[in-house]
């Protein structure tokens, strides 16, 4: 049972920290999507702009639904924005547009923790999907007094995929941010003031991933905590 409620803790904690960093990007997502842009630009126009002026004309800027549902799609070449973004001609709307334009320039200039990340996305599937079921099948087995810990340290292993993911995202979320916000100045796409609201939204959107690696990495230590005082015992 404590091992049980050790997990519960943590999980407990860590989900009331995202919840909070969550509820606070929206909050700024909200605040800056009221504040329109001086040169009236929509989402779907910064972000055509962005990719042309990095030379980039193989990438369809759509519309998706959702709230904060925007995201690059390597596989197929499309920048999704979501209704809020693809439309709005405000600074959340331009900070958005532009961000997941830096993935689409990432992928264009072949950087290498894109690369990485995408590689590992298969893998990391599989992962997610079986690690929880059988680090808990190895809980129990442990539980019941079976020696054999071969199932845990399983579920360990697939665990760590996600985990390793989510640390490898940092970089990438971050760079592409970096270009974002680089574009933005160098263009004067923004006023000064414009530009300082894009960067705090992008900075608590990135916090988001942040939080989420921390997570994940604090989980995989509890659960190695776990197996390794199994193992003495």
Not at 20 to 39: C, D, H, M, W
Not at 82 to 94: C, D, F, K, N, R
Not at 123 to 148: C, D, E, P, R, Y
Not at 212 to 224: E, G, H, K, Q, R
Request: charged share 15%; aromatic share 10%; glycine share 8%.
């Amino acid at each position: 049972m404590g091992i049980y409620m050790g997990y519960y803790v943590l999980a407990g904690v860590m989900f009331l920290i995202g919840m909070l960093v969550s509820n606070r990007l929206k909050a700024k997502f909200t605040e800056y999507g009221q504040i329109p842009l001086q040169n009236r630009m929509s989402g779907k126009q910064v972000a055509e702009k962005m990719l042309r002026d990095n030379g980039i004309y193989d990438v369809q800027v759509i519309s998706t639904p959702g709230f904060l549902s925007d995201h690059y799609n390597p596989a197929d070449k499309t920048v999704n924005l979501s209704p809020e973004v693809y439309e709005g001609q405000s600074i959340s709307s331009a900070a958005v547009a532009s961000h997941e334009c830096g993935h689409a320039v990432q992928h264009a200039t072949q950087y290498s923790m894109l690369q990485m990340r995408s590689k590992m996305v298969p893998a990391v599937k599989i992962g997610t999907n079986l690690s929880q079921w059988v680090i808990m099948a190895g809980i129990g087995m442990m539980g019941f007094g079976h020696g054999n810990q071969t199932i845990f340290l399983i579920g360990i292993i697939l665990f760590s995929l996600s985990t390793i993911f989510s640390i490898v995202t940092l970089p990438v979320e971050y760079d592409a941010s970096h270009r974002a916000l680089a574009w933005l100045e160098n263009t004067n796409t923004l006023t000064y003031e414009e530009h300082d609201k894009a960067k705090d939204a992008l900075k608590w959107a990135a916090r988001t991933y942040v939080v989420a690696a921390i997570s994940s990495v604090a989980t995989l230590l509890y659960y190695v905590m776990i197996f390794m005082n199994r193992s003495r015992d």
